[in-house]
Each structure stands twice: as C-alpha cells, then as structure tokens.
C-alpha cells in the first residue's frame, strides 16, 4: 500500500483540527476517496493540488467546530469546582487557613519591606539626566583624618573651569557651594537650604525648567533659580519669574532676581535643595577664581561635578590628575599631607560614606545585602509553614485526591489545581501582607532612616517584581505538597488506609528543624548583637563626650590667630575650657616609633607608638585622668621640647612601672641617646572605635600646627553658645564654620551597629512569630491525628500530664534538633562578628542557652495549648465513633 | 408561498439522495451529480448542503460498516425521510403550477 499516493497528513491534520468532530470520520472518508479517484483522474500531482482546494472548501460556518470545543473539554466547570472547593476548604478550616495566610502574610511583608527598601536605594540619582556619565571631583588628604576618614568632598574653585579648559575627556563641569540663606520676604524671614553654583550647574544637571532658561539662569551675580516649593512659600500661586527675593548670608544682605523655577527634587536625589543662585556674586569665589592669585588653589570649599563626554574614559582621565595637581598645587611645606584627586560616578554617590564634609543621605551595600538575606529566610521560614500545613492536612484532602483520580483526574490537572490553590492563598496572603507594609511602614522607615512610601509599591516597576514574589512563594510553597498529594494511589485512599506515614512526617520534621534553626540563630545573633551594643554605649572610654564642641580647622589664619580667638572664647560664660589639637581622643590616628631597652644592647626594640599633639587644657577638657606627674603647663617653658605626657600602655610596651616613670626618658626612633622626657602619665583611654585595641600612645605639646579648636561648654542655653563661638571664629576667617559634638561623632562611630542589630531584632521577632505559628498548626493537627490515641490511653488510664508529654515530646525533640544545629552557626557568625571588635564581649554559653530556652520555652507554650484541649477531652467523645 | 423552500442544489442533492437509494454517501452523491447533470462540486459545498438537510429534517443518516478503503473511515448513509419526500414533492408541485400558468401563447410566438 505504501507505493500508492497518499494524500497530505499535514491538510488531513488541518482537516482534523478544524472540522466539526461529528462529522470528521465520515467526510475523511470521503476526502480519503475522493483523493482516490482524483489521483486515477488527473494523476497524483494534479491530484494532490485539487486536494488542497476539496481541505479548504470544507471550511464552513457550519462544518468546522464552535471555538468552544476548540479543545478537548471544557475545564472552565473544572476551574469553578477547583476554587470552590479550595474556598471550602479555607472555610472549613478556619484556624489552618489563618496559621496559613498570616505565616506567608508577615514572611511576605518583611520581604516588601526589604525590596521597597533595595529599591529604594538603588534609585537614588538616576533621574538625573546622563546620570551614567556625571562624575564628581573629591579628594584624598592622607593622613589628614577627619571624622575618621581622610577623603575629602571639597575642591579648590577653579578646578572646574580647568576641567573644562584643559580636559577634551570633559564636556562640561560646575563648582558649587551648599549654603544656607536666611530669606527675607514681605518682612517674614526663613531659612533655606540651597546651591550656590556656577552658570553651567543647569549643563551638568539637566533639570527641567517649567519657566526660565536653563543656559541663561545664573549668569548674572543676582540670578536665583528656585523650586516649586519655594516658590509657593514666598509667592503663592503668583508668577515668581523676575520678582525679588531678599536673603541674609553671613551677615551681609543680598537681592536675588528669580530667572527660573525648576520642579522639587525627588526623594531619591542626594542634592536637595530648594534654590540655585549664581556664585558669581560670591566674594569669597570670587577671590579664589582670581587668575593672577596664587591662593587660589588653597582653598578647598567647593564641590566639582563634571559630565564626561560619551564614549570618553574615566580612567584615563583620571590618569592625568597627578599632572594637573603638580601643575596647579606644588608641594606647601605647611600642609605636609599628600593630596591625590578621586572621581566618583553619580550613581555610587548613594554608597559612598566616609567621605567628609559630604551632603545627602548615604546607603551602605553591606547592609542591603544582610537584609536582603534575612528577608529571603524569613520568607522562606514563611514558605516552610505553608508546606508543613499543606502536608497535615494532606489527610483530609486525600479522598478528595483519591476520588478526582477515580473520575478521571490527571496528575497534572491536580498538581494544577494544588499549585493554584497556593497562588490564591498568596494572593490572600499578600493583600494582607500589603496592610501589615502600611502598618510598619513609618517605624521601618524610622529605623533605617529612610522616607520610604506605600506608593512606591504601586508604581510600573514594582509590580513586575511584586507579581514575580507572588509567583515564586505560590510555586515554592505549593509545589511539594501538589506533587506529594497528586502522586497518592487511589485504591490506597479510598479505602481509608490513612496512616501517620501518609502525612510526610519526615520531611515535615526536616522542615520545622530548619525552622527553629533559622529562628534560633536569628535570637542569638540578635541577643549578641545587643549585648555587643550596649557594652559599646556604656564602656568607659577614659575622656568625656558630653558637650565638648570641635571646630575643624582648615585655615592657617586661625592657627596664626589662635592665641587671640582662644582669649576670646574662653570669656563666653558658658565656656568652661579650650584646648586646641592634632586629633581628637575618638580618633587619633598618626604614629611614630620609640625604642625599648638600653640603648647600646642588641635587644633594642622598637614600638609602634600613636602620636597627637595637644594644646595647654587638653587633659582638662577631655575629662583624661591623670595618673602620675603633671600636666604640660605655660608655667614650665620647657614643656614644648621633648617632653611628652604616655598613657599606661606605653609604660607596659617599655616595661616600666607607674612609680618610676615620671622624669625618665627614652630614645625616639634614631636619637643616639634618650633623650625624650615622659612628664606624665595619663589612664589609657579608647583613641580609636572600640573595633581596635588600646595602642601606646604619647601626647606632644603642639607647636603652631593643630586641626581642632575644642571647647568644653556647659549644657545650657547650647545653641546660643554655639552661635557665639561661630561669630567669633568666623571674624577671622573666610572657610565655612565646620564643628561637630563628640558625642555625635563618638555615637557615628558605631551607628552601623546599632542599626544592624534594631534590625535583626525585628526580624527575629518575625521569624519566631512564623515559626510559632507553623508550629502551632501542626500541634493542633497531630492532636487530632492522635484523638483515638489519646483517649485509649485515658480510658487504660494515663493522666493529663502524661499525655501531654507523649504529644509534646515529638516537637520538643525537633525544637532540640533545631537548637543543636543553630549553635555551631550561631556561634560560627557571631565569632566573625565580633573579631571586628578589640573591645567586646566574650560569647559565653548562656548566649545561646538562653535562646535556646526561649525558643522552648515559646514552642511549648505553643503545643501545650492544644495537647492540654486533647488530653483533656472526654475519651467518649473520641471513641464512641468506632 | 409554502412554508418550505428549497434552495436548487438542495434540491438536486435531495433528488441525488433519492435516486442513489440507500448507497448515498457523500463521493457517491458527487459521482452521481457529475454523471447526471455534468456538474462539478467540491466536498466542501456538498457537505454543507447535506448537513443543512439533516438539520431540517429532510434528510436521515446512518454509518455503514467500517473498511479498509478510505482510511479505515466509516460512510455515513444518507436517505431521504418522509418529511424530505414531502417537501420534495411539494416543490415538483409548485414548479408544475407555474408551469401550467404559463400561457401557450408564449410557447407559440
């Protein structure tokens, strides 16, 4: 038969497909002959093409199928019976179906938190037009520590002009300052917070202008540009284009024409302010852009942003700012720290912390990923719940699995209808996940400092990945319990033989041991991190921290004029004392080295020894105590050559005694002989964060070169004081007033870790609450597995205490599993923790018995509710069935 | 007017079924048409036309036996029902009358 033509299975199967399947056998039938006798007609070519026209002319209204039995059935009923039964199921199980939906609802909540959070930080700048190639100019000083950090964001005034001039890399560059005006108008003054820039900022910063020229907005020295906002402060619905605005600054009375209205930046935009006026009006830009000035490249007061031409490289460009620093910047003999010049891209802007004198809100990628991995386990903690619940009840749904199979039932249509179950529980879960976000939202927000927003959920890009969660948690939560419960016999089910092997109890143990694993490494770390903190908080440091005012000294007028500036502030009335130094005692960080032993032996050994040299007062104002010897004082002339003032530590490193130290002296790293006389000896106290140990250390009395002006205040009236020093120093010099309070400088210090561990403790509070939950769920269903169990053993009779203990000791044992593979994690993670600290805690084993007992303690208050409801049930009432 | 109508390849599909008596199946069917009135049609129309029938209740069906010819497919038997026979005959009738009105006169000229 194969020699004879056939006719085209490709137009039979279209044939097929399309024809109305009451009519298909018969009319095939009849295309199979009519093929036949065509091909005995017209041979089989001609055959074959009139073939094709006989398929085609067969499409007819009503030959072919309705699109309703386009497929083999209809599962729309299905569909419907699927979501009833589902809904039942909820209905009827009211406790399971709120264990279920609330567990996935707090996982899924911490886990929008934290991808509003990510997302968040990750959009800071990117509205700003080309913001993948603006850069900006900073700088390192090194050596020259600041805040604990040698980087500097302020550059000299012209270096933008010369980025331009100079740099065919550049395509344009700006300098602006941060100011803050205090404006006048209509007689009502306020203070803003603004740029001061040059005309080309609207070049690097493409931001629309809803009125104004963007080239032609600062060009004059009385040009202001403003906001939205602003705008509407002074003007009201009015048009603010060409009126006036009067603003103070330092002192001095300026007018402002408005020349542009641009909109409010957005939240995710490290600049913010609410003006731009042209610096050109500056007096102090203005002196340090003179041509013919050799100071003009002293002055480091001013940001530098440049864009960098497409396709142009940054490293190249980078390359060349040795040249540009040799060029403009020769070698100063009173400023000895090595300068190198640094660019950053605007979006790493965002993460960059530690760069000082620096503005906008900083993001940390160390913490986005330890959140981002927390939240992932607590979702999956979540997710584990479901399963084990899932599982439970697998007992009670079986017979609807075994009847389904018998009527007719895929596996795959009933892993569909399980899996879907799961997407409408998530779905559940998730609009209740979305109401707990709007709950917690403003104390998260608090917590890490962010303005975070329940719109910000809602936008375009969110949803994709909001739906993307949905998905995932519905496939990962329902997947095992639709391939165990679709993969169940039939015969096996129907007839009832429903032991406890059924309920999948290994892998539900499994899964609730990780559970409490999960939960108790989360207690630990966060009973560790807590502990860490607070013995951070309440160490004793050997200084005070309390109401001690810093000035930053960049000028060296100031350091010229300190005698007189220093006269003056100590008669403020609430000025106790002034001191002046190098560094401060949070953070002093040059060294030198000293030598050990007699100085003609071979044993000579040398110590590394920190150094900071300190003005008269330094002791007094930091609160340091003295030990033995004396203070340096104007009284002894001598004082201010080779003498020192050594902490306990450094009489340790030489092996001298307290008695005997004081007048002795030692060799500095090349003296011949010693010669370095130690005056005192003061308690060691932390210089550096408590991450590093106590080092040697000696105090010099300074000679003319000092970075800080400190002064010791007394609490009240503390603002007025601090705008009187400002006056004063400000009179003597042109730099902008920079000063901070130890004690913020000290808490800044260990913010990080603050923030870490209020984190993980509400986390730890969500995941122990999961984990209860899951817990919770299973308890109850295990009583009612065991009902019959239980109340045999009563009739034959066991006491209530004794029958609780048959049902709680399972989960206690798993509870115990859990604990016993936490610790060594535990213990692993908090060990690397706090290795960063020199000063800590030692982890000692109530640590993690604690947690543990905890984590009991809440598991068995958990179980012994519904153990103490089925111990004390009527066995009557449980065997009369039978 | 009657009530029923059909169409003229209804008709000539009805009649076809009459003639073939029994053995009407759709090739048949088209065999017959062919040879008889020297007409060719596609399955396609042919089917329509026959499906169209049944509904109305003109036409009846049954499988035959399954063969080895044609695929291994069944033919589906068509026969014209009472009904089919009467409105067959209804509409001979009708074309007679018209016939008959028509005046020699017109013949003649």
């Known amino acids: 038969m194969s020699d004879k033509p056939q006719p085209s299975a490709l137009l039979l199967r279209f044939f097929r497909w399309f024809c109305h399947p009451d009519y298909l056998e018969d009319i095939e039938g009849d295309l199979w002959e009519r093929f036949e006798i065509l091909v005995e007609d017209m041979g089989p070519r001609r055959a074959r093409r009139r073939f094709v026209w006989e398929v085609l002319s067969l499409v007819r209204p009503n030959l072919i199928r309705s699109v309703k039995d386009l497929y083999p059935y209809n599962p729309l009923p299905m569909y419907k019976n699927y979501f009833k039964i589902a809904w039942r199921n909820l209905l009827r199980q009211k406790l399971y179906s709120f264990l279920n939906i609330s567990g996935l609802a707090v996982g899924l909540c911490s886990f929008v938190l934290i991808f509003m959070y990510v997302q968040h930080e990750f959009s800071y700048d990117q509205f700003v037009p080309d913001a993948d190639r603006v850069y900006r100019v900073y700088q390192r000083q090194e050596g020259n520590t600041y805040l604990g950090s040698d980087y500097f964001a302020l550059t000299p005034a012209p270096l933008s002009r010369t980025l331009i001039k100079e740099y065919p890399e550049v395509e344009t560059a700006t300098t602006f300052q941060t100011p803050k005006y205090l404006i006048n108008y209509k007689e009502v003054g306020f203070w803003e917070e603004g740029l001061n820039a040059d005309p080309s900022f609207f070049e690097v910063f493409k931001f629309d202008f809803i009125q104004g020229e963007a080239s032609q907005a600062l060009q004059d020295p009385s040009n202001i540009v403003i906001t939205q906002s602003l705008s509407r402060k002074i003007f009201g619905q ?27 930046l957005p939240r995710e935009s490290s600049l913010q302010f609410t003006f731009v006026s042209s610096i050109l009006g500056s007096g102090g830009y203005k002196r340090d852009t003179q041509e013919d000035s050799e100071h003009t490249w002293e002055n480091n007061s001013y940001h530098t942003f440049f864009t960098l031409k497409a396709g142009a490289s940054i490293r190249q460009l980078e390359a060349k700012f040795p040249a540009l620093l040799e060029k403009y910047k020769p070698k100063d003999e009173d400023f000895p720290f090595n300068i190198s010049f640094l660019v950053q891209r605007l979006s790493d802007f965002h993460f960059e912390a530690g760069i000082n004198f620096d503005f906008g809100l900083k993001g940390n990628r160390q913490y986005i990923q330890i959140f981002s991995i927390i939240a992932l386990v607590v979702l999956l903690l979540a997710c584990i719940n479901y399963m084990n619940l899932a599982i439970a009840r697998s007992i009670r749904r079986a017979r609807e699995v075994g009847l389904r199979k018998v009527i007719g039932a895929t596996r795959g249509q009933l892993i569909g209808q399980f899996l879907g179950e799961s997407f409408l529980i998530t779905l559940l879960a998730f609009v209740l996940a979305l109401l707990l976000v709007q709950l917690v939202l403003p104390l998260f927000s608090a917590m890490l400092d962010r303005d975070l927003l329940i719109w910000d959920l809602y936008q375009v890009r969110s949803l994709g990945g909001v739906l993307l969660i949905i998905l995932a948690v519905a496939l990962i939560s329902g997947s095992y319990p639709a391939f165990f419960m679709s993969s169940l016999k039939p015969h096996v089910v129907i007839k009832g033989k429903l032991g406890r092997k059924l309920s999948g109890l290994g892998i539900q143990k499994i899964l609730v041991i990780a559970q409490y694993a999960c939960s108790i490494v989360l207690i630990i770390s966060s009973l560790v991190i807590y502990r860490q903190s607070e013995y951070v908080q309440n160490k004793e440091l050997g200084y005070d921290r309390e109401h001690i005012i810093n000035i930053f000294v960049q000028d060296a007028q100031i350091r010229k004029k300190y005698a007189v500036i220093a006269e003056e502030i100590q008669k403020e009335p609430q000025v106790v004392s002034l001191t002046s130094s190098d560094a401060l005692p949070t953070n002093i960080d040059s060294s030198s080295l000293i030598e050990q032993g007699p100085t003609d032996s071979t044993q000579k050994q040398e110590i590394a020894i920190y150094r900071n040299s300190i003005g008269y007062d330094f002791l007094k104002v930091f609160g340091i105590k003295l030990l033995a010897g004396r203070d340096f004082s104007p009284d002894y002339p001598q004082d201010a050559e080779k003498r020192v003032i050594v902490n306990e530590t450094t009489l340790k490193a030489l092996g001298w005694n307290l008695e005997e130290a004081v007048g002795r002296k030692f060799s500095r790293y090349g003296d011949s002989i010693p010669s370095t006389e130690i005056i005192g000896v003061v308690q060691d106290f932390h210089m550096h964060s408590l991450h590093q140990p106590i080092e040697p250390l000696m105090l010099f009395l300074q000679g003319d070169y000092f970075r800080f002006i400190s002064v010791k205040v007394r609490p009240e009236n503390l603002s007025q004081t601090l705008n009187r020093i400002e006056a004063i120093v400000q009179a003597h010099t042109v730099y902008p007033f920079e ?31 999961i984990a209860s939950l899951g817990l919770f769920g299973l308890a109850a269903i295990s009583a009612k597995q065991r009902t019959k169990e239980i109340g045999i053993r009563k009739v034959l009779g066991a006491s209530i205490e004794s029958i609780v203990q048959v049902l709680a000791r399972d989960f206690m044992k798993m509870v115990a599993w859990g604990f016993v593979l936490a610790v060594p994690f535990a213990w692993y993670f908090m060990h690397r923790w706090l290795e960063d600290y020199a000063y800590r805690i030692s982890l000692q ?14 598991a068995l208050f958990t179980i012994s509710f519904q153990s103490m409801k089925a111990a004390r049930a009527n066995p009557v009432e449980s065997l009369r069935n039978e | 007017m009657s009530k029923y109508h059909l169409g003229e390849f209804e008709e000539i599909v009805m009649l076809t079924v009459a003639i073939l008596h029994g053995k009407a199946y ?6 017959e048409i062919e040879e008889r009135l020297g007409r060719k049609v596609s399955i396609g129309s042919l089917q329509t036309v026959l499906r169209r029938l049944e509904d109305k209740g003109y036409l009846h069906s049954e499988f035959g036996e399954a063969t080895q010819a044609r695929g291994g497919k069944r033919k589906r038997f068509f026969t014209v029902s009472n009904f089919g026979m009467q409105v067959l005959q209804e509409t001979k009738e009708q074309r007679l009358q018209l016939w008959n009105a028509i005046p020699n006169i017109a013949f003649n000229a």
């Open chain 1, 238 to 264: 009015g048009d603010p284009i060409g009126k006036t605005i009067d603003v103070k600054v330092h002192n001095q009375e300026k007018r402002f024409t408005v020349t542009g209205l641009i909109a409010d």
């Open chain 1, 739 to 769: 000063y901070s309070f130890l004690d913020e400088r000290f808490d800044q210090l260990y913010k990080t870790d603050q923030k870490l561990g209020e984190m993980f403790g509400f986390f730890t509070v969500l995941s122990v609450l």
């Open chain 1, 845 to 858: 084993w109530w640590m993690f018995a604690l947690p543990g007992l905890m984590a009991f303690v809440i």
């Open chain 2, 26 to 31: 759709g090739v048949a069917i088209l065999g």
